[in-house]
């Protein structure tokens, strides 16, 4: 059947606020510069909203070849998209990867902003950006065998939600007397629109068409420029309790989740999204665009 990519975002920093983009470029990793940069303490392990939720309100945003990151009280920082300072290794979950420190600048900001609140052991921060030379492999339990690259994100280089998903929760919310969360909770990369509620836990692929300009047709006068595997539900901790307008966490979506999420496939875990990763590709990758009608198959064991 056919659905529409009703929304795109971009986390570039992980665990930071997203950037609702009207378009993106889908590449093996995952939408480009989806979670390119990462906070890391003093001994280089990844930090997240679990830790301090403060990260929330960094937002992000692309300006004329640099990531401009703000904060409540902090001047922008400007980072150049083209710079890195000096080689260090990080560790994002069992994953240990060369990345680049993007400085002391980059640093002292972070941790200014962050760091007043932290636990001792997060008062030091340090920015780091992804190695491109370092292919972070994907759990091969579950891409069937084929190989899939992320950079920082937590296992698969593209999260998938929908709007329908969203509204059921709502609805659900709204019954236990709480007030609706938008999706910038849930931190997808693609929100689909034209299902119904968690259609996409029984989705196998998304295919991405375009029409023919010198190439082979799939017989439709089309050509498949990208196919995602939706493979992994995607399991939640507890940051979709948090506020991404204050960074104050409340029980109430993880509670009223736990009520009807809980998945066999992850050993009960409450889930909410697909990870996906790229099938095939164009050489170059393939641009994504708001509004896009994507073709949608079903899993069938």
Known sequence: FHCTLAALNIHPV???????????????????LDRAWMVVDSQGEFVTQRELPRMALVQP??????????????????????????????????????????????????????????????????????????????????????ESVTQFADGFGVLVASTASLDE????????????????????????????????????RLTVAMPVVGAVSDGSGHTVAAELALTKPCARCPIPNIDPDTAVSAPAVSAVLQTYRADARLNGAVTFGMNAFATHLADGGVWLHEGQVVDAEWYFE
């Not at 992980?14 to 480009?32: F, H, N, P, Q, Y």
């Not at 007397?177 to 849930?186: C, K, Q, S, Y």
Request: hydrophobic share 45%.
């Open 169 to 204: 929760l709502n609805a659900r919310l709204a019954q236990a007397g709480e007030a609706p969360v938008d999706m910038r909770r849930f931190r997808p990369n693609i929100v689909l629109g034209g299902t119904e509620a968690h259609d996409e836990d029984v989705l196998s």
């Open 61 to 146: 945003s692309f300006r004329l070849g640099q990531l401009v990151l703000r904060a409540p009280g902090m001047l922008a920082l400007h980072l150049s998209l083209e710079a890195a300072e000096f080689p260090r290794r990080v560790r994002v979950w069992d994953d240990a990867v060369d990345a680049w420190d993007m400085g002391d600048l980059a640093a002292q900001w972070f941790s200014d902003f962050l760091g007043p609140d932290a636990p001792a052991d997060l008062k030091q921060l340090r920015l780091v950006r992804f190695d491109p030379e370092v292919k972070r492999l994907c759990s091969a339990k579950w891409t069937g065998g084929r």
């Open 14 to 32: 992980k665990s930071c606020a997203g950037i609702a983009v009207r378009e993106a470029l889908l590449v093996e990793t995952g939408l480009d």
